[in-house]
């Protein structure tokens, strides 16, 4: 169990979780901690913080499979980590957001990952609105070994303005060399 007595605030233990059965929660002065010991002797874990907004807490965490339920658990919050996670900004193997980072990572606003959405998009494959950076790139403005878009700049580039191995063209020349002051 982990030592959580350099926490602000009052720390104590409360013997059994009533959410996890055989599970011990944790209070500290930002929040509490679920710990419990899966079907398969192994721990997971869960932090929830006492401020919420909306019904969503500031921050969730949460690592392994749930005992009660038998998968992994979906951290949700403002601040959301966990494999799967679902927040404002989440972070997770599998993260949805306004900002997203993950191995797949849907964002609205920015997507950073393997597999990446969002108005921003960077990633191995990065699918954008606006902008992508990737190794495979799709949107308006495309920096990419393989890009689509408006402004393409890519080793191998489709679009409409594309500057790649096989061609520049002078629209997306000036576009990209206005980008950069030098």
Same mark, same amino acid.
């Given at each position: ?63 392994? %499979?749930?005992?009660? =339920? +038998?998968?992994?658990?979906? #951290?949700? /919050?403002?601040? @959301?980590? !966990?494999?799967? *996670? &679902?927040? $404002? ?16 990572? %849907?964002?609205?606003? =920015? +997507?950073?990952?393997?597999? #990446?959405? /969002?108005?921003? @998009?960077? !990633?191995?494959? *990065? &699918?954008? $609105? ?28 489709? /679009? ?23």
């Amino acid at each position: 169990m982990p030592d959580y007595s350099d926490m602000p605030g009052e720390t104590f233990q409360i013997e059994q979780s009533p959410l996890i059965p055989d599970g011990d929660l944790t209070e500290t002065g930002y929040g509490i901690w679920q710990t419990a010991i899966n079907s398969k002797g192994k721990i997971y874990r869960e932090f929830r913080t006492h401020i919420e907004f909306l019904g969503w807490p500031l921050l969730n965490y949460t690592q392994g %499979i749930h005992p009660k =339920l +038998g998968k992994r658990k979906t #951290a949700m /919050g403002w601040i @959301a980590i !966990g494999r799967k *996670a &679902i927040g $404002v900004v989440a972070i997770g193997h599998a993260a949805m957001g306004i900002i997203a980072i993950g191995q797949l990572a %849907i964002g609205i606003l =920015l +997507g950073l990952g393997q597999l #990446a959405t /969002g108005i921003v @998009a960077l !990633g191995q494959v *990065a &699918i954008a $609105v606006y902008f992508s950076m990737g190794q495979v790139g799709y949107g308006q403005i495309v920096i990419a070994q393989f890009g689509y878009g408006k402004y393409v700049l890519a080793q191998f580039g489709w /679009g409409e303005h594309v500057w790649d191995i096989r061609g520049v063209s002078p629209v997306a020349q000036k576009f990209f060399r206005g980008l950069w002051p030098f």
